[in-house]
């Protein structure tokens, strides 16, 4: 991959207006809401962050000490890796034009899997190209900036401990509940990555032996049993031996998490069967990964837990039966869509800058 001259970028980027869409090639690029931008009063250490989606992509400067956005920008994840890494190149460079202050480094939230080393991307799971990718080469090449790498679930963890629901909370636990299960370990304000940096893998507990096939290749993980896919793939099943349901409604592919969490919370007995039976997985793999690390707390993120209480309530209960530790919480996440760009930061922070 081709470094990106800082002269290739067009004139109209260089002359950003937030009021506007602009496009550099064919890759929309959308300021992000202005509510989430704050003005320049004072500047500690600005951290230029980086989050690598697998449907959106955004860079954002943020003020390290207070986790202040200071402008931010995203557009969707093109198709390939290079496209992807030309767009991100794109959107730095142009925050970059426009900053109150030069950055100090830069750190990336990744979604797939990191290398120890902080510096090496090993696969996306949603992007082609990137199969041991030196990521963090690249970009201190092509921006000057000394960069560090973590995948998103561990830059989540890290983003809640230091800026969000788990500030200052040690150990501490996160969970992200999407499309499938993620997590992520901080300890004494320092990401566990374990010794080949596969630590966290909450997702990937064998809990059924005999159970579904996950992505990963094996049998009964959680994220086989409580993830949003495995939602819809276990009512699409109920629905092939069962059309007594709402769901039948639906045309197959939009059966999905949220269909289904709708579904059972308007008293649907097959959608309440399907998301009860995930919940319940949902509670004992947290209560078994807590019974190993005994975490100060829980905090759970990622689409799923939009579901507010029909998900933290029975998730809780069977925790607290199956928990040793009957002090033990589960919160939600609190930093909400910037939480990508926000792990960044903190992992520039804890890597670069031991802090």
């Known amino acids: 991959m081709s470094p990106i001259l800082f002269g290739s970028i067009t004139p109209a980027l260089q002359s950003l207006s937030k009021r506007y869409v602009l496009s550099i090639g064919s890759v929309d690029i959308v300021p992000a809401s202005s509510g989430y931008a704050s003005p320049v009063t004072h500047m500690t250490a600005l951290v230029l962050a980086l989050d690598f989606g697998g449907s959106k992509l955004a860079a954002a400067l943020v003020d390290a000490a207070s986790g202040r956005v200071v402008s931010t920008l995203r557009c969707a994840t093109p198709a390939d890796a290079e496209a992807s890494y030309a767009a991100m190149l794109a959107l730095a460079?142009?925050?970059?034009?426009?900053?109150?202050?030069?950055?100090?480094?830069?750190?990336?939230?990744?979604?797939?899997?990191?290398?120890?080393?902080?510096?090496?991307?090993?696969?996306?799971?949603?992007?082609?190209?990137?199969?041991?990718?030196?990521?963090?080469?690249?970009?201190?090449?092509?921006?000057?900036?000394?960069?560090?790498?973590?995948?998103?679930?561990?830059?989540?963890a890290l983003a809640e401990q230091r800026y969000g629901a788990g500030r200052g909370l040690t150990p501490l636990l996160y969970l992200t509940v999407s499309t499938g299960i993620g997590g992520g370990i901080v300890i004494d304000r320092r990401m566990f990555r374990g010794a080949r940096a596969w630590a966290g893998e909450v997702g990937h507990q064998t809990l059924d032996p005999n159970g579904p096939l996950c992505a990963c290749g094996r049998r009964?993980?959680?994220?086989?049993?409580?993830?949003?896919?495995?939602?819809?793939?276990?009512?699409?099943?109920?629905?092939?031996?069962?059309?007594?349901?709402?769901?039948?409604?639906?045309p197959r592919d939009q059966v999905d998490a949220r269909a289904v969490a709708?579904?059972?919370?308007?008293?649907?007995?097959?959608?309440?069967?399907?998301?009860?039976?995930?919940?319940g997985w949902l509670g004992i793999g947290i209560a078994n990964a807590a019974n190993v690390l005994n975490p100060?707390?829980?905090?759970?993120?990622?689409?799923?837990?939009?579901?507010?209480?029909?998900?933290?309530?029975?998730?809780?209960?069977?925790?607290?039966?199956?928990?040793?530790?009957?002090?033990?919480?589960?919160?939600?996440?609190?930093?909400?869509?910037?939480?990508?760009?926000?792990?960044?930061?903190?992992?520039?922070?804890?890597?670069?800058?031991?802090?």
């Open 93 to 156: 460079r142009a925050l970059l034009i426009d900053a109150p202050d030069h950055p100090h480094a830069v750190g990336v939230s990744f979604g797939g899997p990191v290398q120890a080393d902080g510096r090496v991307v090993r696969l996306s799971m949603h992007v082609p190209g990137w199969n041991d990718a030196p990521l963090a080469d690249w970009i201190e090449r092509d921006l000057g900036l000394p960069c560090a790498i973590a995948n998103d679930a561990d830059a989540a």
């Open 262 to 279: 709708a579904a059972a919370a308007a008293g649907d007995p097959l959608a309440g069967a399907v998301w009860d039976a995930a919940m």
């Open 220 to 250: 009964g993980c959680l994220e086989a049993l409580a993830s949003g896919l495995s939602i819809a793939r276990a009512a699409r099943q109920e629905l092939d031996a069962n059309e007594a349901s709402s769901l039948a409604n639906l």
């Open 296 to 355: 100060a707390c829980v905090v759970l993120g990622g689409g799923l837990t939009q579901a507010g209480d029909q998900l933290f309530a029975p998730v809780r209960r069977i925790v607290a039966e199956r928990a040793l530790d009957p002090a033990l919480t589960v919160v939600p996440a609190a930093l909400g869509e910037h939480v990508g760009v926000l792990g960044g930061v903190a992992i520039a922070c804890n890597t670069l800058w031991k802090g």
